[in-house]
């Protein structure tokens, strides 16, 4: 029974032949073979194998591997990550930044949370500004 596995384990591995392992991939790469590979319809475990066999260590986890092919499946498309929900983005522009040096200036005894107060923009905003100024 041992001689029969082998053999089976012979013939699939020399069926999946591929060129010498990559060096190096983005993330956003490997993203591409899975929505290629699904496309096809390669189980995730099957992309996961071949991707470990071409990628080495350095390839994605099964389980990103299964959430990728979920997220293709359902006709999500772009394989760059998304911001995390509720997470702020920080719009910093030349113009708060002058603001905020023009009234330090005016006042250099002036809290961080006034200064977001008076120009309406978050207390890390205005901190950030503050802290970068130099």
């Given amino acids: ?3 029969r596995c082998m053999n089976a ?3 699939r591995s020399s069926s999946v032949k591929m060129a010498a392992p990559l060096a190096t991939c983005t993330k956003e790469e ?3 073979v899975i929505r290629f590979l699904s496309g096809e319809g390669a189980k995730p475990v099957e992309i996961h194998h071949r ?3 071409q990628y080495g260590d350095a390839c994605l986890s099964l389980q990103q591997v299964y959430e990728w092919t979920r997220k293709f499946m359902n006709g999500i498309s772009s394989v760059t990550d998304f911001p995390p929900p509720g997470q702020a ?3 910093v522009t030349p113009e708060a930044i002058a603001a905020v040096e023009a009234i330090v200036k ?3 005894r002036i809290t961080v949370n006034e200064i977001a107060a008076h120009l309406d923009m978050s207390h890390g905003s205005a901190h950030h500004i503050v802290r970068d100024k130099k």
């Fill in 9 to 11: 384990t012979r013939r």
């Fill in 106 to 108: 005016e006042n250099r």
């Fill in 89 to 91: 983005h920080r719009v």
């Fill in 30 to 32: 490997e993203r591409y």
């Fill in 51 to 53: 991707m470990k066999v």
């Fill in 1 to 3: 029974m041992a001689i």
